[in-house]
């Protein structure tokens, strides 16, 4: 089945300092989204990238996907302590979403 | 709009028991899934649905039901519950090719 990879698992930041996490797939995806999970809550969507090499930004954040559609990218420029949750990837197929096991951002004021 | 309604958000559940987790969106979207939710591995796909009466199994189906009448609601039943099945339940709808809205959640733990 479709296996999305995400490292690191965990995260801690000074206030300030850039965070990325990344995002790798066993198998060409058709797209990648992600998504926030703040703690306690439901997963909120951010992006979605479909085109092989696409670079989003979103304020402070980055986005990428691969060019060979196996890989993302989410970087975060300057955190602050309103960017705590979890980050998940998830890869797209025809139907269905899969997740990756996200990464944790833990921000230090 | 609402946009997914969950409920319960609480459930404590003995060995055994049944029970059906109720979901709803407003928002017209024709796919509906099922996620569970445990730490440290990230939201498993349980079963999906691509419209009304279309239903199709994810990467974790066993010991759980959907069915899909109306477009509306999406319920997923837990025939016999097990303590394994102790997780954090979300349902999610979209529009094909687009991000998936969730609902809030239900906590479930079986004992």
Redesign the interface.
């Known amino acids: ?1 479709q296996q999305v990879m ?1 490292i690191p ?1 965990y995260q801690h930041v000074q206030e300030g300092e850039d965070f990325t996490t990344y995002c790798n797939s066993s198998t060409t995806l058709s ?1 990648i ?1 992600w ?1 926030k999970q703040r703690p306690g ?8 990238l479909v085109k092989s090499g696409e670079v989003k930004k979103q304020k402070r954040l980055t986005f990428q996907f691969g060019e060979a559609k196996k890989n993302s990218s989410l970087h975060i420029t300057a955190t602050q302590t309103t960017d705590v949750g979890t980050y ?1 990837c ?1 890869g ?1 197929g025809a ?8 990464t944790r951002l833990t921000v230090i004021p | 709009n609402a946009g997914v309604t969950q409920t319960p958000k609480f459930q404590v559940l003995k060995t055994g028991q049944s029970m059906t987790l109720q979901c709803a969106q407003d928002m017209n979207h024709e ?1 509906m ?1 099922w ?1 569970r939710q445990d730490p ?6 349980i079963h ?1 649905s ?1 419209g009304a009466g279309i239903t ?1 199994q ?2 974790v189906p066993n010991g759980y039901n959907v069915s899909r009448s109306t477009t509306e609601d999406f319920p997923l039943r837990l025939l016999s519950a097990a303590p394994s099945q102790t997780s954090v339940y ?1 349902c ?1 709808s979209s529009y ?10 239900t906590r479930l733990t079986v004992v």
């Open positions: 089945g995400q698992q797209n989204q998504y809550g439901h997963p909120v969507f951010l992006i979605q998940f998830a797209g139907n269905n979403l899969f997740f990756g096991t996200g | 796919y899934s996620y440290g591995m990230g939201l498993r796909l999906y691509v199709d994810g990467e979300f999610a094909p090719g687009s991000g998936y809205t969730f609902g809030s959640g």
